[in-house]
């Protein structure tokens, strides 16, 4: 298989490991990337595993949530520009079609452009965004959507004025539940957990995990035996494991707790988290960098 300069710039930009060395891995791999990220990370090359990439787009995330915090959506739409990210008229857009995924039973981009606009009925949301473009100059595009429901609440942050927002879902309507979700989303923002909780790990990632950081124990200390390994890897697993897990993870407002720690003295138990969503602004979308893409080129010349 043929290793585009694509194909390393997505490995660069998902793992931080040199180009010569993304380069090498796709070629012993034959382009799978999820492979490539696995051998460099067994390797002690990767800085880090991200299962998204690299933030490389602009845009906005904005949430719409329900008066009586039981129902929220979130919407992405990217722009080409940061600036006009900014825009009044983009953030208005962004807006009010969040509060459409809310207030309508949509569950594909498809579906949503279909509607009729909410503050123009004659158009569609489709007509509007392509009327949008042309005003504002920049491709845009309306990316995905989420609806959340519950019988609890739902509370809702964001950050760096719609960079991240994050909705968290609470099996509780106690007086302090909403405070609680929001220092809890707070926390999803910062850290980006994969998991609420490690029981949500299957054992197949368990095992995955597992035999990368044998690998990688391997590499580094080639002279000690597995049994030796095996132990040295223990608490890296667990260390691992916990970083991914909410609820196992240190409470950013007060490290001396984990989140789950926090969330049970507060609700009585930890199982008032009960779900979460969170979106990043062009999450896994590449930006053009033409200087970049010249160093890869060549790369792959050699």
Do not use: W
């Amino acid at each position: 298989m043929a290793i585009t300069a694509a194909m390393i710039k997505e490995l660069r930009e998902r793992t931080g490991a040199g180009m010569s060395d993304c380069k090498a891995v796709l070629v012993e791999v034959e382009g799978d990337i999820s492979k490539a990220i696995d051998v460099l990370r067994e390797k002690g090359l990767a800085k880090a595993a991200k299962k998204a990439g690299r933030i490389a787009a602009e845009g906005l995330v904005k949430a719409a949530v329900s008066a009586d915090m039981k129902s929220a959506a979130i919407v992405e739409v990217n722009s080409e520009t940061d600036f006009v990210a900014k825009n009044e008229k983009f953030v208005n857009f962004v807006t009010e079609v969040a509060n459409m995924v809310l207030n309508n039973n949509v569950a594909t981009i498809e579906e949503l452009k279909a509607l009729p606009f909410a503050s123009e009925p004659s158009k569609t949301v489709e007509e509007v965004l392509t009327e949008k473009i042309s005003v504002i100059g920049e491709n845009l595009s309306i990316r995905r959507l989420v609806k959340m429901t519950t019988d609890g609440l739902i509370a809702s942050y964001t950050h760096g004025g719609g960079k991240i927002v994050v909705l968290v879902e609470l099996d509780s309507t106690n007086d302090k539940a909403l405070e609680v979700g929001k220092n809890v989303a707070m926390q999803i923002a910062a850290v980006n957990p994969e998991y609420i909780s490690m029981d949500e790990v299957s054992e197949e990632a368990k095992a995955k995990e597992r035999d990368i950081l044998m690998t990688q124990a391997k590499n580094e200390n080639p002279e000690k035996p597995d049994n030796i390994i095996e132990k040295m890897i223990i608490g890296r697993l667990n260390k691992q494991l916990k970083s991914i897990c909410l609820l196992e993870q240190d409470y950013v407002k007060d490290p001396d707790v984990t989140v789950g720690k926090y969330v049970k003295s507060e609700l009585g138990s930890e199982k008032a988290i009960k779900s979460f969503i969170r979106f990043e602004t062009g999450e896994g979308i590449e930006k053009k960098e033409e200087n970049f893409a010249e160093e890869v080129a060549k790369q792959l010349q050699n």
